[in-house]
């Protein structure tokens, strides 16, 4: 392809080069560049990629496109487009042929519940014999075969490599979450999307976006911006999230609401929640569609709900989206339960937030008839204001807390866990509530070695992570692993049959 038949493509406005290479490939990654590519040279958050033209052009690079002349005479053609970030996943999607069009894609994004209601959205486009994928926080999946994923969202070019390989393998039908560094850094660029959908909006990310505002006005763009330009797709909020409905009062386009609490076209009724899952009616814009889950927990009820909305808004039939559902098992890390044969119930979530740990304590509680014993930490490097939020949640809610380690990162372990423990010693001033154990290992042991019949210990924060970053060092860590190992402990065995929780 021609650098100026991939610049009109793409949609980038420049320009027109002088001279016209072919190109044989687009990334933002000097590293990469082959001869014959594009090389795009991105305003990072802390490097500007112009500083690495002059080793692209070195490995062989056709030309560059970035968003500021160059500052000495380029060897090769130097294209400047108003913003190269936008710039580089229309480049990439365009050059790949826009695989995305031939599929139906829907996008999950909100705080809380993207990863289990896009794990709901793949479940009902299997129902519907489709060949799927799904990207996310746990992986990313194409048909049967799974990659890592270091993003909740991929970059701009990995999307792109992506959705030609999910085109090469015969997926017609993708979920994806959507995250808000995904949607202010434009690496969703050139996706074109079916469905879009809003799950909830509390405090996250706020040591990126910098105020609660960024992070909401973020979150809107994937609809106003992204949704907006490729055309077609249809919107799905919650409404029973303020900032839900603030959206969908702003948004004139097509859209589907839904709610558990009001008129809507996807309403939820009729909730029974257990331990042996959930049962509810949903009214499709008034036709009943009666949901079984074999997911626990209250919240699932709403990422259950978003999902039929989501499928509702791709005009799927109710029959598929009640056989998805039902079909559905849990997302790994997630409310996971972990049975050996107890008589207590020990569960690992990924609840890392103060609204999430909130919500995650309140279901455990509804199924616990006994103590509610809760194990969490706050990862460094990350939003500090949500720490004291992330204590003050575990103190009001559980009878006893232990504080302890999440991913420290590069920030002093102690001085995370003093700002979480503002909020603890707040919530429950009662020097037998919560304990401080920063040895994530033995706070679990810790937690299951004092639970009895009926107790509950929610282990939070990490979900289905199997490694604890220290420093720079990405160490093997998995909740689950050490939960299972701390009963085994205990003598218990999943041999034998489960006792029931008293």
């Not at 799974?146 to 993708?174: I, K, Q």
């Not at 929610?458 to 190992?485: M, N, P, S």
Request: overall charge neutral.
């Amino acid at each position: 392809m021609k650098l100026h038949e991939l610049l009109r493509a793409a949609g980038v406005e420049a320009a027109p080069p002088e001279q016209d290479p072919d190109i044989a490939g687009v990334t933002d990654d000097s590293r990469e560049v082959r001869p014959g590519w594009l090389f795009v040279a991105v305003q990072g958050t802390q490097v500007d990629g112009v500083r690495f033209a002059p080793a692209a052009i070195q490995a062989g690079a056709a030309a560059v496109l970035a968003s500021r002349p160059s500052a000495a005479d380029s060897p090769v053609p130097w294209i400047v487009a108003a913003d190269s970030r936008r710039a580089v996943g229309a480049l990439a999607h365009a050059f790949a042929g826009w695989p995305s069009r031939s599929m139906t894609v829907a996008g999950i994004t909100g705080t809380n519940g993207k990863t289990t209601t896009a794990w709901l959205v793949e479940s009902i486009f299997r129902a519907m014999g489709r060949k799927t994928a799904l990207l996310g926080t746990l992986s990313y999946r194409v048909g049967d075969e799974e990659f890592p994923a270091d993003n909740t969202s991929a970059s701009a070019r990995e999307n792109a490599r992506l959705f030609a390989l999910m085109r090469e393998r015969g997926v017609d039908a993708a979920a994806m979450e959507v995250s808000s560094h995904a949607i202010d850094q434009h690496r969703i660029e050139g996706i074109r999307f079916r469905a879009a959908t809003l799950t909830n909006i509390t405090q996250d990310h706020l040591d990126y976006h910098g105020t609660m505002a960024a992070y909401v006005e973020t979150k809107y763009r994937f609809f106003s911006e992204t949704i907006a330009r490729t055309g077609g797709a249809v919107a799905a909020f919650n409404l029973d999230d303020r900032h839900g409905r603030a959206f969908s009062e702003r948004y004139a386009a097509e859209q589907v609401g839904y709610s558990l609490r009001g008129p809507a076209r996807a309403r939820g009724r009729d909730v029974d929640a257990g331990l042996n899952g959930i049962r509810m009616t949903i009214d499709l814009d008034g036709r009943p569609v009666r949901i079984e889950s074999r997911l626990i927990g209250r919240f699932n009820v709403e990422n259950l709900l978003a999902a039929a909305a989501t499928a509702h808004a791709m005009d799927i039939e109710a029959e598929a989206i009640a056989q998805g559902l039902a079909a559905a098992r849990g997302v790994p890390g997630r409310f996971e339960r972990v049975d050996e044969g107890q008589d207590f119930l020990v569960a690992v979530d990924y609840a890392h937030t103060p609204d999430a740990l909130e919500r995650a304590l309140d279901n455990a509680r509804e199924v616990a008839p006994g103590r509610l014993i809760c194990v969490f930490g706050c990862g460094g490097d990350r939003d500090p204001i949500k720490r004291p939020l992330m204590g003050r949640a575990a103190g009001q809610r559980a009878d006893f807390s232990i504080l302890t380690n999440d991913n420290p990162r590069t920030e002093d372990p102690r001085a995370i866990a003093r700002m979480a423990e503002e909020g603890l010693r707040e919530a429950a001033p009662s020097a037998d509530r919560f304990e401080v154990i920063l040895d994530r290992r033995e706070a679990i042991r810790r937690a299951i070695a004092q639970a009895r019949a009926g107790d509950f210990v929610l282990i939070a924060g990490k979900g289905h992570e199997d490694y604890q970053i220290v420093g720079r060092e990405k160490r093997h860590f998995d909740d689950r692993e050490q939960a299972r190992e701390a009963l085994r402990e205990r003598g218990f065995r999943a041999s034998s049959a489960p006792k029931p929780v008293a």
